[in-house]
């Protein structure tokens, strides 16, 4: 394989959000031999899920479905950066995991979580829905407010949580190089 391309969605949609100061700080983790693909579920506007037919039947009705679909078919892998609500991931992102399904099947996939326990319920309910779709789910990572992440985005990690995001691209590329 050459350089995987590797999907990294910023999955909050609030107006006042800090998850692309998350994903900054992610990106600028990443090896140089991988090509990264930003997503950010705000710009991607997906209304709630509105395919009159099931995904895993893979017939797309509306435009916006198309280019979500092409876009995850070009990748060898994603991460998703995602805050932790009321100890559930966002309803952005599980509207544009459900748009989808064949897409996702075999697709390595890491959590990046953020919030006050680092995501961690989140993330845990994540996964389900992931190995259920079955993605290849690997470790990620996570921030906590008033330890690594301030309210306000900043990111203060410690050699750990750089440490876990090295691990989980060498994880991604590994695993994309065997799917």
């Known amino acids: 394989m050459s350089r995987p391309r590797i999907g990294i969605v910023t999955a909050s949609t609030r107006p006042n959000r800090i998850g692309h100061h998350v994903t900054a700080w992610v990106t600028g983790l990443a090896p140089e031999d991988v090509e990264l693909v930003p997503v950010d579920l705000r710009e991607l506007a997906l209304p ?6 099931m995904p895993s039947e893979g017939h797309y009705a ?7 679909a092409a876009l995850v078919e070009s990748l060898d892998a994603v991460v ?4 932790e609500y009321n100890r559930g991931y966002n309803a952005a992102l599980k509207n544009a995991i459900d748009y989808l399904y064949a897409e996702w099947e075999g697709m390595p ?3 990046v979580g953020y919030g ?3 995501a961690s319920y989140a993330r845990s309910a994540l996964r389900q829905t992931l ?3 079955r993605m290849v789910v690997v470790e990620g990572a996570a921030l906590r407010f008033e330890h690594t992440l301030d309210l306000d985005g900043t990111v203060h990690a410690d050699e750990a949580a750089d440490a876990d995001v ?7 590329t590994a695993a994309a190089a065997t799917r």
Do not use: K, N, Q
């Open 62 to 68: 509306h435009e916006h479905t198309r280019r979500w």
């Open 48 to 53: 709630l899920l509105d395919e009159p037919e």
């Open 109 to 111: 996939v890491a959590c």
């Open 116 to 118: 006050w326990s680092g």
């Open 166 to 172: 090295r691990a989980m691209f060498a994880a991604l």
């Open 131 to 133: 190995e259920r779709i």
């Open 80 to 83: 998703l950066v995602m805050p």
